[in-house]
C-alpha cells in the first residue's frame, strides 16, 4: 500500500452528490498526479464495472473499482463526504469512498488492494479514524498503513465514551457462502434464506451467492477479501472456487444449508479460530483443479461421483424443459404425426397449423440433440474444469453416434474426466503449462475418450441401452405398477436429494429417446413429486391445530409449490417432524405412482405441474392419482400427528373450526 496514495490523492471536503461526480472528482486527481492517462476513458471502465454490481458496502463505504488500460500503475484515492453519497449499500449512503485504479491484466494487484483495504475497512477503530481525520497526509498514512500520533482525547467525550466502547470496537464474524443445487430451483435459494436467517440470530455478518439455474451475481472481492470463513452448501460445483482460496471453508451438502445453517456457521467459526485454510489457488489458475465436487478430494467416491452426474444432469435440464415442451406443444396442435413431417426449411406455409407445430417439433427435435453430449460435457466438467469440456462434447457426440444413449453419455462423460485428471497429474516443463488447458489436454483426452467408446466400451453400453429400452416399453401390469411405486418413494423420500434426483434423472433420461415406456415413467415421476407439499397443504387446512403456526402459513404457500412441481415445498415439514411427515408422504407419493403407471398416463415434458396437464396422455386419470396419492399422505400425516394427543399450544382458542378428512 506504500505507492499506492499521497496526500493529493485525498479530498477530505468531498462534494460530489452522485457515484459518478465522486469518481470523477476522484479520477481527476489521479490524472493530475500521473496515474491515470485518459479521464473519460478511465470513468467509462469504472462506470462499466459499476453497472455489474454497486460497490457500497455496509458501514457507509463506497469501493468503485476497476482494471483500466488508461491506468499507468496501481492507485488509489479517498475521497469524504459529509453529505454520503449512494453507492448501492443496503444501509445507506456512503461517507468514505476510495476510488482504486488498476492497470488493465493486472489481476495481481488488484486483488491484493481490495483484499487489503477491506480488511482495514472492517475495522471500526480504522474507520472512526479516517472520519475524524483533518489532514490529507495523515489520511494518506493511514490508509499506508502507517503509524499516525494520536490526537488528545476529549475530556468531556472520555467521560461518555466507555458506555460505547465495547459495541464499537466488537468486529462482527463475516461469512461469504455458496448455495447451488442440481437443478438450481429451489434449494439453491432456500440453503441461502436458511443461512441468512441463521446468521442474523447468531449476530453474524453473512453475504450469500446463489448459484442458480438463472444465473448468478458474483460476490465482490472486497466482500470476500473481508469474510472469516466460506460456506459452500452445494451439491454441484461451485464455479470458480479459487476467489475462496486461503479461508477457512466449510464444504457440504445443500440439504445441510437448509436443515443445519447454526451448526455450519458454528463449524466455520470454529475452522477460523483453529486457522484452517483452503488451498484453492494456483492450481486452479494454471491448469485447473485436480478434482472437483462438493466433496472435493476429500470425501468418499460415491459422493464424489454423485456430485459429478449431478453437475452433468443441472446443465442438460435447461435443454430437456425447452426441447420436451416444445415436441409435447407440437404434437398438441399437430398430432403424433407431426413427426414425420418435412423439414420447415423446404416446406412451411405461414397460415397453417401443420406447419407450425411441425416448426416447433423441429426445433425440439435439435434441442433434444443436445442432451447427451451436454450430459457427458458437464459431467467431465464437474470433474476436471473447462479442459473436460472438449472431450466430454465429444464422447456425449460419439455416444449417439453408436446409439448408446443415455447410458453412454454418462460413461463418456466420466471417462472424460477421468482421463483429463490423468494427464493433469503429469509433470510438464513450465513453458508448457500455458497451452495445456486449450490444446494438449483436450487433445490427448479427446482421442483417448474417441479410442474407449468407439472400440472398447461403445458396443456394449449401446447393447445395454437397447436392453433397457426394450424393458422399459414391455412393461405392463403389474411390473409397471411395481416400477411406479419405486419411482414414487424415490422422488418423496428425501424430496429433492439425491435419491430424488436420481428418480428424475432416470425418466429425463428415457426423453433422450422417448419411447412409450419412457414416457409413462416421466408421467408417474412428476406425478409422485407433486404430492408431498400438496399433502401437507391439504394437512394443514383440515387438522390445523396439530401444525404450528408457521406450518400453517408454509402450508398456504405449499399449494402453490406442489402445483407447480416443486417437491421441496414439503421439507420445512419434514424437516421439522422427519418420522411422521416422511413415511406418509413416501406411502402417497407411492400410491400415486403406481396409479399413473397402471392407468398408462404418458409426459413428453420434463416437468410436472398443472400448466402440463394439457401435455399428458389420459389427463384426468393422472389428476386422480395425484389427488388419490394427496389424501393417502394427508390421511397418514393426520393420524401420526393425532396419535401425540396434544394439539399445537400455539394455536389461537378461537381458531377456525376444523374440516374432516375425507379418506
Same mark, same amino acid.
Given at each position: 500500500m506504500s505507492e499506492l496514495i499521497t496526500a493529493e490523492l485525498v479530498d477530505l471536503d468531498l462534494s460530489a452528490e452522485t457515484k459518478s461526480a465522486a469518481a470523477r472528482s476522484l479520477a481527476g486527481r489521479m490524472v493530475a498526479a500521473g496515474r491515470v492517462t485518459?479521464?473519460?476513458?478511465?470513468?467509462?471502465?469504472?462506470?462499466?464495472?459499476?453497472?455489474?454490481?454497486?460497490?457500497?458496502?455496509? +458501514?457507509?463505504?463506497?469501493? %468503485?473499482?476497476?482494471?483500466?488500460?488508461?491506468? &499507468? $500503475? =496501481?492507485?488509489? /484515492?479517498?475521497?469524504?463526504?459529509?453529505?454520503?453519497?449512494?453507492? +448501492?449499500?443496503?444501509?445507506? %449512503?456512503?461517507?468514505?469512498?476510495?476510488?482504486? &485504479? $488498476? =492497470?488493465?491484466? /493486472?489481476?495481481?494487484?488488484?486483488?491484493?488492494?481490495?483484499?487489503?483495504?477491506?480488511?482495514?475497512?472492517?475495522?471500526?477503530?480504522?474507520t472512526g479514524a479516517l472520519r475524524a481525520e483533518g489532514d490529507p497526509a495523515a489520511a494518506a498514512a493511514r490508509i499506508r498503513g502507517e503509524e499516525v500520533p494520536a490526537a488528545a482525547p476529549d475530556p468531556e467525550e472520555t467521560e461518555v465514551a466507555p458506555a460505547d466502547t465495547e459495541s464499537e470496537t466488537a468486529q462482527p464474524f463475516r461469512i461469504v457462502a455458496v448455495t447451488s443445487c442440481p437443478t438450481g430451483i429451489a434449494h439453491t435459494y432456500m440453503a441461502a434464506e436458511s443461512l441468512e436467517a441463521a446468521a442474523r440470530a447468531?449476530?453474524?455478518?453473512?453475504?450469500?451467492?446463489?448459484?442458480?439455474?438463472?444465473?448468478?451475481?458474483?460476490?465482490?472481492?472486497?466482500?470476500?477479501?473481508?469474510?472469516?470463513?466460506?460456506?459452500?452448501?452445494?451439491?454441484?460445483?461451485?464455479?470458480?472456487?479459487?476467489?475462496?482460496g486461503g479461508k477457512p471453508v466449510v464444504d457440504t451438502g445443500v440439504k445441510a444449508g437448509i436443515n443445519r445453517p447454526a451448526e455450519l456457521i458454528a463449524e466455520a467459526r470454529r475452522k477460523a479460530e483453529r486457522g484452517e485454510i483452503s488451498r484453492v489457488s494456483d492450481e486452479h489458475r494454471e491448469q485447473g483443479p485436480r478434482t472437483r465436487g462438493s466433496a472435493g478430494a476429500s470425501g468418499h467416491f460415491g459422493v464424489r461421483l454423485r456430485t459429478y452426474l449431478m453437475s452433468g444432469v443441472s446443465y442438460m435440464v435447461p435443454f430437456v424443459a425447452a426441447g420436451g415442451l416444445l415436441i409435447a406443444l407440437s404434437f398438441a396442435i399437430g398430432g403424433y404425426e407431426i413427426a414425420s413431417a418435412k423439414s420447415v426449411a423446404d416446406h412451411f406455409v405461414w397460415g397453417e397449423a401443420a406447419s407450425w407445430a411441425a416448426l416447433l417439433n423441429q426445433i425440439g427435435s435439435a434441442a433434444f440433440g443436445f442432451l447427451v453430449p451436454v450430459l457427458a460435457g458437464y459431467i467431465a466438467y464437474g470433474m476436471a474444469d473447462r479442459p473436460a469440456l472438449v472431450p466430454g462434447f465429444v464422447g456425449g457426440a460419439i455416444a449417439l453416434t453408436i446409439d448408446a444413449g443415455f447410458l453412454g453419455g454418462l460413461v463418456a462423460g466420466l471417462l472424460a474426466g477421468a482421463a483429463v485428471m490423468a494427464i493433469q497429474r503429469l509433470k510438464v516443463?513450465?513453458?508448457?503449462?500455458?497451452?495445456?488447458?486449450?490444446?494438449?489436454?483436450?487433445?490427448?483426452?479427446?482421442?483417448?475418450?474417441?479410442?474407449?467408446?468407439?472400440?472398447?466400451?461403445?458396443?456394449?453400453?449401446?447393447?445395454l441401452q437397447n436392453a433397457l429400452t426394450d424393458w422399459l416399453n414391455g412393461l405392463s401390469g403389474s411390473n409397471a405398477v411395481i416400477l411406479g411405486v419405486v419411482l414414487g418413494l424415490m422422488m418423496c423420500f428425501d424430496m429433492g436429494g439425491p435419491l430424488n434426483k436420481v428418480a428424475y434423472a432416470f425418466a429425463v433420461g428415457g426423453l433422450a429417446d422417448p419411447t412409450p415406456g419412457s414416457l409413462k415413467v416421466m408421467a408417474a415421476v412428476m406425478a409422485a413429486g407433486m404430492v408431498p407439499p400438496l399433502a401437507m397443504a391439504l394437512a394443514t387446512t383440515v387438522r390445523r391445530r396439530l401444525f404450528t403456526r408457521t406450518e400453517r402459513e408454509n402450508g398456504r404457500a405449499a399449494w402453490v409449490l406442489g402445483a407447480s412441481f416443486i417437491t421441496e415445498g414439503a421439507i420445512p415439514f419434514a424437516a421439522a417432524d422427519p418420522l411422521r411427515v416422511i413415511p406418509s408422504v413416501m406411502a402417497g407419493g407411492a400410491v400415486t405412482g403406481a396409479l399413473s403407471m397402471a392407468f398408462g398416463c404418458t409426459l413428453r415434458a420434463p416437468h410436472g405441474g398443472v400448466f402440463v396437464v394439457p401435455l399428458i396422455g389420459e389427463p384426468f386419470l393422472y389428476l386422480l392419482a395425484i389427488a388419490t396419492g394427496t389424501v393417502v399422505s394427508t390421511a397418514l400425516v393426520v393420524a401420526l400427528k393425532g396419535m401425540r394427543g396434544k394439539p399445537d399450544k400455539a394455536a389461537p382458542a378461537d381458531d377456525e373450526a376444523e374440516v374432516p378428512v375425507a379418506a
Amino acid at each position: 500500500m506504500s505507492e499506492l496514495i499521497t496526500a493529493e490523492l485525498v479530498d477530505l471536503d468531498l462534494s460530489a452528490e452522485t457515484k459518478s461526480a465522486a469518481a470523477r472528482s476522484l479520477a481527476g486527481r489521479m490524472v493530475a498526479a500521473g496515474r491515470v492517462t485518459d479521464l473519460d476513458g478511465f470513468l467509462a471502465d469504472v462506470a462499466s464495472r459499476e453497472a455489474q454490481m454497486p460497490t457500497g458496502l455496509d +458501514g457507509g463505504i463506497g469501493i %468503485p473499482h476497476c482494471r483500466s488500460e488508461h491506468v &499507468a $500503475a =496501481p492507485t488509489l /484515492a479517498f475521497g469524504r463526504s459529509a453529505r454520503g453519497i449512494d453507492f +448501492g449499500a443496503a444501509d445507506g %449512503p456512503a461517507d468514505l469512498v476510495f476510488l482504486i &485504479a $488498476a =492497470p488493465a491484466g /493486472a489481476d495481481d494487484d488488484h486483488l491484493t488492494i481490495l483484499s487489503s483495504l477491506a480488511r482495514r475497512l472492517m475495522d471500526p477503530g480504522f474507520t472512526g479514524a479516517l472520519r475524524a481525520e483533518g489532514d490529507p497526509a495523515a489520511a494518506a498514512a493511514r490508509i499506508r498503513g502507517e503509524e499516525v500520533p494520536a490526537a488528545a482525547p476529549d475530556p468531556e467525550e472520555t467521560e461518555v465514551a466507555p458506555a460505547d466502547t465495547e459495541s464499537e470496537t466488537a468486529q462482527p464474524f463475516r461469512i461469504v457462502a455458496v448455495t447451488s443445487c442440481p437443478t438450481g430451483i429451489a434449494h439453491t435459494y432456500m440453503a441461502a434464506e436458511s443461512l441468512e436467517a441463521a446468521a442474523r440470530a447468531e449476530g453474524v455478518v453473512l453475504n450469500v451467492e446463489t448459484q442458480g439455474s438463472a444465473g448468478f451475481e458474483r460476490l465482490d472481492p472486497a466482500v470476500i477479501a473481508a469474510a472469516d470463513a466460506v460456506i459452500w452448501a452445494h451439491d454441484v460445483d461451485v464455479r470458480e472456487k479459487a476467489r475462496f482460496g486461503g479461508k477457512p471453508v466449510v464444504d457440504t451438502g445443500v440439504k445441510a444449508g437448509i436443515n443445519r445453517p447454526a451448526e455450519l456457521i458454528a463449524e466455520a467459526r470454529r475452522k477460523a479460530e483453529r486457522g484452517e485454510i483452503s488451498r484453492v489457488s494456483d492450481e486452479h489458475r494454471e491448469q485447473g483443479p485436480r478434482t472437483r465436487g462438493s466433496a472435493g478430494a476429500s470425501g468418499h467416491f460415491g459422493v464424489r461421483l454423485r456430485t459429478y452426474l449431478m453437475s452433468g444432469v443441472s446443465y442438460m435440464v435447461p435443454f430437456v424443459a425447452a426441447g420436451g415442451l416444445l415436441i409435447a406443444l407440437s404434437f398438441a396442435i399437430g398430432g403424433y404425426e407431426i413427426a414425420s413431417a418435412k423439414s420447415v426449411a423446404d416446406h412451411f406455409v405461414w397460415g397453417e397449423a401443420a406447419s407450425w407445430a411441425a416448426l416447433l417439433n423441429q426445433i425440439g427435435s435439435a434441442a433434444f440433440g443436445f442432451l447427451v453430449p451436454v450430459l457427458a460435457g458437464y459431467i467431465a466438467y464437474g470433474m476436471a474444469d473447462r479442459p473436460a469440456l472438449v472431450p466430454g462434447f465429444v464422447g456425449g457426440a460419439i455416444a449417439l453416434t453408436i446409439d448408446a444413449g443415455f447410458l453412454g453419455g454418462l460413461v463418456a462423460g466420466l471417462l472424460a474426466g477421468a482421463a483429463v485428471m490423468a494427464i493433469q497429474r503429469l509433470k510438464v516443463h513450465p513453458t508448457l503449462r500455458g497451452i495445456m488447458p486449450v490444446l494438449v489436454i483436450p487433445l490427448l483426452a479427446s482421442i483417448a475418450v474417441g479410442f474407449l467408446m468407439f472400440i472398447v466400451v461403445g458396443k456394449p453400453i449401446a447393447s445395454l441401452q437397447n436392453a433397457l429400452t426394450d424393458w422399459l416399453n414391455g412393461l405392463s401390469g403389474s411390473n409397471a405398477v411395481i416400477l411406479g411405486v419405486v419411482l414414487g418413494l424415490m422422488m418423496c423420500f428425501d424430496m429433492g436429494g439425491p435419491l430424488n434426483k436420481v428418480a428424475y434423472a432416470f425418466a429425463v433420461g428415457g426423453l433422450a429417446d422417448p419411447t412409450p415406456g419412457s414416457l409413462k415413467v416421466m408421467a408417474a415421476v412428476m406425478a409422485a413429486g407433486m404430492v408431498p407439499p400438496l399433502a401437507m397443504a391439504l394437512a394443514t387446512t383440515v387438522r390445523r391445530r396439530l401444525f404450528t403456526r408457521t406450518e400453517r402459513e408454509n402450508g398456504r404457500a405449499a399449494w402453490v409449490l406442489g402445483a407447480s412441481f416443486i417437491t421441496e415445498g414439503a421439507i420445512p415439514f419434514a424437516a421439522a417432524d422427519p418420522l411422521r411427515v416422511i413415511p406418509s408422504v413416501m406411502a402417497g407419493g407411492a400410491v400415486t405412482g403406481a396409479l399413473s403407471m397402471a392407468f398408462g398416463c404418458t409426459l413428453r415434458a420434463p416437468h410436472g405441474g398443472v400448466f402440463v396437464v394439457p401435455l399428458i396422455g389420459e389427463p384426468f386419470l393422472y389428476l386422480l392419482a395425484i389427488a388419490t396419492g394427496t389424501v393417502v399422505s394427508t390421511a397418514l400425516v393426520v393420524a401420526l400427528k393425532g396419535m401425540r394427543g396434544k394439539p399445537d399450544k400455539a394455536a389461537p382458542a378461537d381458531d377456525e373450526a376444523e374440516v374432516p378428512v375425507a379418506a
